[in-house]
């Protein structure tokens, strides 16, 4: 018998006819012979809802006060759920995220988990009962209640599912596995079989919304396999996040996502001398503002400046415009240009690793399409273009035909699948 971790999200849970739904699909995990650790998300858009309500009352609500509201949706639907197994004659109990032992860094907000005591839910699952967790939530300090970010529920699950040494850990949503590339967009994106930790970490942080990229991250970290499936299609097995050993690497490109959420900043004529780019990077960092690409000119004009631009996330761009001129007097920059009109397309692959022309075959895509390129970043797996934010579906549509993520043709495991 084996221990299988599941995570219904906020579409699986959004009524109580859906809440008898997952119940179902949770005694049938049960009946497989398996205990079974239920995570759940807030119902339907409950957590929006909560973050409205806050702001009714104040723009600049304390943090703290904010994790309280927040964790507050996962509660409902934590027990609404014990009780439908319980219902139809399951021994269920729902623990928030302190009853869980789920500790995480004194931070409010986006705490990282650092430990969970699975003393509780062990003895829980001794006692045969299927044991339903809040997700998203855990505690500090002074049992401060915490939460992990929004989309933070896969993470909660997967880092139960190392805990407690789980055989798998299954996302269940609205989609039904991880596709090549977004089927609103390119119709014929092709559902994976599988797909590498590695790829699926790069796929979340470009900009597919499937997983919570923390979740993928703590899932490589423990080797957990993870399936990510349909909570209204039980008998679709969705697609398997696996280790990249397991994988064939007959293509070079897994994916492919696009990224409206940034804006891009230049920062013009930075003296070319050490420890500016220290000075100005030091600064956002302080201010808590994360960078995502990053480029310098090179030091080409009479007065040996560069320019350095890079790109943040839209929602710290109030954060970012109260630097300004802090940043303007300490790094004595010439100007500061702020460029709202971007999308970043990125394609993400194992298989593009010691394979020649990748990057120049996404150039020459974007180039036939008539698409300029604002700025470009690469990791070992991944290369992203800044594009304008028009060109998205045309560029997301070259690309998909280029790389062959729109056929039948699409990245497979080697081959048996491992029966997880
Ligand atoms: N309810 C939280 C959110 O909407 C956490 C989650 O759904 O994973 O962000
Ligand atoms: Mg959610």
Same mark, same amino acid.
């Given at each position: 018998?084996?221990?299988?971790?599941?995570?219904?999200?906020?579409?699986?849970?959004?009524?109580?006819?859906?809440?008898?739904?997952?119940?179902?699909?949770?005694?049938?995990?049960?009946?497989?012979?398996?205990?079974?650790?239920?995570?759940?998300?807030?119902? /339907?858009? &409950?957590? *929006?809802?909560?973050?409205?309500?806050?702001?009714?009352?104040?723009?600049?609500?304390?943090?703290?006060?904010?994790?309280?509201?927040?964790?507050?949706?996962?509660?409902? !639907?934590?027990?609404?759920?014990? %009780?439908?197994?319980?219902?139809?004659?399951?021994?269920? #109990?729902?623990?928030?995220?302190?009853?869980?032992?789920?500790?995480?860094?004194?931070?409010?907000?986006?705490?990282?988990?650092?430990?969970?005591?699975?003393?509780?839910?062990?003895?829980?699952?001794?006692?045969?009962?299927?044991? @339903?967790?809040?997700?998203?939530?855990?505690?500090? *300090?002074?049992?401060?209640?915490?939460?992990?970010?929004?989309?933070?529920?896969?993470?909660?699950?997967? +880092?139960?599912?190392?805990?407690?040494?789980?055989?798998?850990?299954?996302?269940?949503?609205?989609?039904?596995?991880?596709? &090549?590339?977004?089927?609103?967009?390119?119709?014929?994106?092709?559902?994976?079989?599988?797909?590498?930790?590695?790829? %699926?970490?790069?796929?979340?942080?470009?900009?597919?919304?499937?997983?919570?990229?923390?979740?993928?991250?703590?899932?490589?970290?423990?080797?957990?396999?993870?399936?990510?499936?349909?909570?209204?299609?039980?008998? $679709?097995?969705? &697609?398997?996040?696996? /280790?990249?050993?397991?994988?064939?690497?007959?293509?070079?490109?897994?994916?492919?996502?696009? *990224? !409206?959420?940034?804006?891009?900043? @230049?920062?013009?004529?930075?003296?070319?001398?050490?420890?500016?780019?220290?000075?100005?990077?030091?600064?956002? =960092?302080?201010?808590?503002?994360?960078?995502?690409?990053?480029?310098? !000119?090179? =030091?080409?004009? %009479?007065?040996?400046?560069?320019?350095?631009?890079?790109?943040?996330? #839209?929602? $710290?761009?109030?954060?970012?415009?109260?630097?300004?001129?802090?940043?303007?007097?300490?790094?004595?920059?010439?100007?500061?240009?702020?460029?709202? $009109?971007? @999308?970043?397309?990125?394609? @993400? /692959?194992?298989?593009?690793? $010691?394979?020649?022309? #990748?990057?120049?075959?996404?150039?020459?895509?974007?180039?036939?399409?008539?698409?300029?390129?604002?700025?470009?970043?690469?990791?070992?797996?991944?290369?992203?273009?800044?594009?304008?934010?028009?060109?998205?579906?045309?560029? &997301?549509?070259?690309? +998909?035909?280029?790389?062959?993520?729109?056929?039948?043709?699409?990245? *497979?495991?080697?081959?048996?699948?491992?029966?997880?």
């Amino acid at each position: 018998m084996g221990l299988i971790v599941q995570k219904f999200g906020g579409t699986s849970v959004a009524d109580s006819e859906k809440i008898k739904n997952v119940a179902n699909a949770v005694i049938k995990e049960k009946l497989n012979g398996n205990d079974v650790v239920v995570v759940v998300s807030a119902m /339907g858009h &409950t957590t *929006d809802n909560l973050i409205k309500l806050s702001k009714e009352i104040t723009h600049h609500p304390q943090e703290r006060e904010m994790d309280m509201l927040m964790s507050t949706g996962e509660l409902i !639907s934590m027990s609404l759920l014990a %009780m439908a197994i319980n219902e139809k004659g399951y021994k269920a #109990i729902s623990l928030n995220g302190r009853q869980a032992g789920i500790q995480t860094e004194n931070c409010h907000m986006c705490a990282r988990i650092v430990n969970i005591d699975t003393k509780r839910i062990k003895e829980c699952l001794n006692n045969g009962y299927i044991v @339903v967790v809040a997700g998203f939530q855990g505690y500090c *300090d002074n049992n401060e209640i915490t939460t992990l970010g929004r989309g933070g529920s896969d993470t909660t699950a997967v +880092a139960l599912a190392g805990a407690l040494k789980a055989q798998r850990c299954d996302i269940y949503s609205d989609v039904e596995g991880v596709y &090549t590339t977004d089927p609103r967009v390119v119709q014929t994106a092709q559902k994976l079989k599988t797909i590498s930790y590695e790829e %699926m970490l790069e796929l979340a942080r470009v900009g597919a919304n499937v997983l919570h990229p923390r979740s993928v991250e703590t899932a490589k970290l423990y080797q957990i396999p993870m399936r990510v499936r349909s909570a209204f299609k039980l008998d $679709d097995l969705g &697609t398997l996040i696996i /280790g990249v050993e397991n994988m064939e690497l007959n293509k070079p490109v897994t994916g492919l996502a696009s *990224d !409206s959420s940034q804006i891009r900043i @230049v920062i013009c004529d930075v003296e070319d001398s050490p420890g500016n780019a220290a000075k100005l990077f030091d600064l956002l =960092a302080g201010k808590n503002i994360s960078v995502d690409m990053i480029i310098q !000119s090179y =030091a080409r004009n %009479m007065k040996k400046t560069n320019d350095i631009a890079f790109t943040i996330s #839209i929602d $710290d761009y109030e954060k970012f415009n109260a630097t300004k001129d802090e940043i303007m007097h300490i790094i004595k920059a010439s100007n500061i240009f702020v460029d709202e $009109d971007i @999308v970043k397309v990125s394609i @993400v /692959g194992a298989g593009m690793i $010691d394979r020649p022309g #990748i990057a120049a075959k996404m150039f020459n895509t974007l180039a036939q399409e008539d698409i300029n390129i604002k700025m470009i970043s690469t990791s070992e797996i991944k290369i992203s273009c800044l594009i304008e934010k028009d060109c998205a579906q045309k560029a &997301t549509k070259a690309l +998909a035909k280029a790389f062959e993520l729109d056929g039948a043709k699409v990245a *497979d495991v080697k081959g048996d699948l491992p029966v997880l």
